[in-house]
């Protein structure tokens, strides 16, 4: 029998949540099932006025509404009493505590941000920061637009801002945003940001990676819900190289009360509170010119009167990046500094921008190994190791050295501050990547510079090839050549690798266009796993399906098993695409018994098992899936899995005490294995949740918490 009210109040505390969270009611629906143990259909019937018949997901409905949607002690008591729930005020009284009583207590706020860290001292630009906080805090402008020549710091005051912006120290506005979220053109190889990067990075800085996995018309309207629940500042960085019209129609579009900030060298966007930018004022540009002549040993300049610095000044047009580099030729030329001044004084005069001068006068100063150095440094998306750079530019070692002391001695390169070297890691400003890929030939139409030819395609092929084979070789080293090698990972191992996961994107990219198949297969290994964890379950499929092509070409068995059965077979699974689920699945276990591979198929059917979980089909369907695991294998990793799908079943009919011996026996399946797995915890949590075990379900919960965040898991 129905109860109309019950059925009420859960669909507005369901909807509530909804509304808060920017997600679809089908999505919270999913949620509250998977935490439950059952499927959505199971939550629907109780929104149609089904009561719960276990007290414990009463008790839990209750909390889940009220610590993630937006309702009151009144709902949670009439909720409870339609629910049958006896003594309700012991749960109220810990579900909605009376507010404090001390005065000026406040709860401090999670902050959530990606923001870059700010590079060296911010020098000058109040008028421009407090013009920037003025559209913050007044105006009725939803985007603003930092517009400037290249090298002339928009970047730098745009993350300045953003820092002033948040929670903290730094914090200069009345009321600081909920979040801060940070994209840039930049982080990308081909330098064209697009809609889609910009939403999955919002969902992932929010803490819901899990809008991600959205199909791309739903994904923009949950991401829009998000940004109307929290005061979101959203940053756009190069959007001069922007190509995607949605990326820019979203932008102006960007609803209340969440605000759009974007840097870009000219004026492209409607309706926008314009925030010209120009070079430093001269007190400023002299202050900079010498703390970085004193940065790299030009004591004379350092020390010269403002006089002379000022011509300096006035050749650079004010513009800090170009000081900068100006600089390091002044240094590298080995020319009394008025001599070096009077060419760039002159070059401005000729050129549109001294940058053409400054680079094509730096470029003649560098070797061939240096050269080298420069165009190998343009192919990593972010930042490169050591290492890396070296193995990829493929120069002696005693140039090597040599090289990178003149590179950032000229500004050319940047370098990260490290005790130990070969912890040092390297990055190229916008403008010397730019100039660098046109001298490798990659023009991207952003910066054509006189009288250069680029470099030969077979320069180009062999810098990629360098590239490739590093990549390939650290991913086998760091990662290890088996497919479950990751279950043994340190959190070290996977800082490193989510370090290098962009440069392991475009290197696996390169590979599968070469037909490189080996090296696509050991870039899969280490890619497939922490895509995952970060919350990119369309890298993870793609990568899978590179795999896959490639574990075929190479005829590698075993690989193609994994990559179908896990690779791609679990992703759908999380995504509720059971059709395409089982697809990958039957092929998984049928070639997995055609080459005995016992785990796999042990795999296989603790995935139906779940299949049929979340379908709501016969239990008996999921409990003869886990009687094939586990006695296909004596594998700990999967036996372990297997054991923890019995949990799961035993937890659906509300068995809890089996529930949590399976988990238990789970556990000790791994004692004495190198294989770790955390989830036990948060499974041992829900257990002693519904036997009333409160206490040591928050303490699983916490340990859960704890090594995840170790891992860098933002699932």
């Not at 010269?304 to 047009?317: K, M």
């Not at 239990?619 to 700990?636: C, D, F, R, W, Y």
Request: with cysteine; hydrophobic share 40%; proline share 4%.
């Amino acid at each position: 029998m129905t109860n109309s009210e019950f059925k009420l109040l859960l669909k507005e505390g369901i909807d509530s949540v909804a509304n808060r969270q920017g997600k679809k009611v089908s999505i919270v629906e999913e949620e509250i099932g998977e935490a439950l143990c059952v499927s959505p259909h199971t939550v629907q019937r109780w929104k149609r006025g089904y009561v719960p018949n276990d007290l414990q997901r009463l008790e839990f409905l209750t909390a889940y509404c009220q610590q993630h949607g937006r309702v009151d002690r009144t709902w949670g008591r009439r909720f409870l009493i339609q629910g049958g729930f006896p003594a309700p005020e012991v749960v109220l009284d810990r579900l909605f505590p009376a507010p404090s009583a001390q005065p000026g207590e406040r709860e401090v706020p999670r902050v959530f941000h990606n923001l870059p860290p700010r590079y060296g001292e911010f020098i000058g630009r109040e008028a421009e920061v407090a013009r920037v906080l003025e559209w913050v805090e007044t105006s009725r402008w939803p985007l603003a637009s930092i517009e400037g020549m290249g090298g002339i710091g928009k970047t730098s005051l745009a993350i300045e801002v953003a820092h002033r912006c948040l929670p903290g120290p730094s914090l200069t506005i009345a009321h600081p945003f909920d979040a801060v979220v940070w994209t840039s053109a930049r982080d990308y190889p081909d330098f064209n940001l697009r809609l889609d990067h910009v939403l999955d990075t919002i969902a992932r800085v929010l803490d819901y990676p899990h809008l991600a996995q959205l199909p791309p018309e739903q994904k923009v309207g949950a991401v829009d819900k998000l940004l109307r629940s929290h005061r979101t500042l959203l940053l756009a960085d190069n959007l001069e190289t922007v190509t995607d019209l949605a990326l820019v129609r979203f932008l102006e579009q960007i609803p209340e009360p969440s605000l759009a900030l974007v840097t870009t060298r000219y004026k492209q966007l409607r309706r926008v509170w314009d925030i010209p930018l120009y070079g430093l004022k001269d007190a400023e540009i002299l202050t900079l010119i010498r703390r970085h002549s004193h940065r790299i040993g030009l004591e004379v300049v350092a020390g010269a009167d403002d006089d002379t610095l000022q011509r300096l000044a006035v050749a650079t047009g004010n513009n800090p990046k170009a000081v900068e580099l100006s600089l390091g030729l002044i240094k590298q030329k080995g020319l009394p500094f008025h001599t070096v001044v009077d060419e760039l004084y002159r070059a401005s005069q000729m050129v549109s921008e001294v940058f053409d001068y400054i680079f094509a006068e730096a470029w003649k100063l560098l070797d061939d190994e240096t050269r080298q150095v420069l165009l190998a440094m343009s192919l990593f998306v972010s930042s490169a190791s050591r290492a890396a750079l070296a193995a990829v530019s493929k120069v002696a070692e005693f140039d090597y050295f040599k090289a990178i002391e003149q590179l950032v001695g000229m500004s050319l390169l940047e370098a990260s501050e490290a005790l130990d070297l070969s912890q040092q890691r390297y990055w190229l400003h916008p403008l010397t990547q730019i100039f660098a890929r046109h001298q490798l030939g990659v023009d991207l139409s952003l910066h054509a510079l006189r009288n250069n030819g680029g470099a030969s395609p077979q320069k180009i092929a062999e810098l990629k090839t360098n590239f490739c084979n590093f990549f390939a070789a650290w991913s086998e080293k760091k990662a290890g050549r088996g497919f479950w090698d990751f279950a043994a990972w340190t959190a070290g191992q996977y800082a490193e690798i989510h370090q290098e996961l962009p440069n392991l994107l475009i290197a696996i990219e390169w590979a599968y266009a070469h037909k490189n198949w080996e090296q696509v297969l050991a870039l899969a290994k280490a890619i497939v796993h922490p895509v995952y964890y970060q919350g990119h379950p369309d890298k993870r499929i793609k990568c899978s399906e590179y795999a896959l092509t490639a574990a075929k070409m190479l005829g590698a068995k075993e690989d193609e098993v994994w990559f179908l059965v896990h690779g791609l077979g679990s992703i759908y699974l999380l995504r509720g695409d059971y059709d395409t689920t089982e697809k990958y699945l039957s092929q998984g276990i049928q070639l997995a018994k055609e080459i005995n591979l016992r785990e796999a198929i042990a795999l296989g059917h603790t995935y139906r098992a779940y299949k049929a979980l979340q379908l709501d089909e016969e239990l008996t369907a999921a409990q003869n899936n886990v009687e094939i695991a586990l006695s296909s294998t004596h594998n700990p990793l999967f036996r372990h899995r297997a054991l923890q799908a019995a949990g799961h079943i035993a937890r659906y009919i509300h068995d809890y005490e089996q529930a949590k011996a399976y988990y238990l026996e789970s556990i000790q399946c791994l004692a004495g294995s190198p294989y770790r797995d955390p989830s036990s915890e948060v499974w041992l949590g829900f257990a002693d949740l519904g036997l009333g075990q409160h206490e040591q379900a928050v303490n699983h919960f916490r340990a859960y918490l704890d090594v995840h965040g170790k891992y860098g898991n933002h699932r």
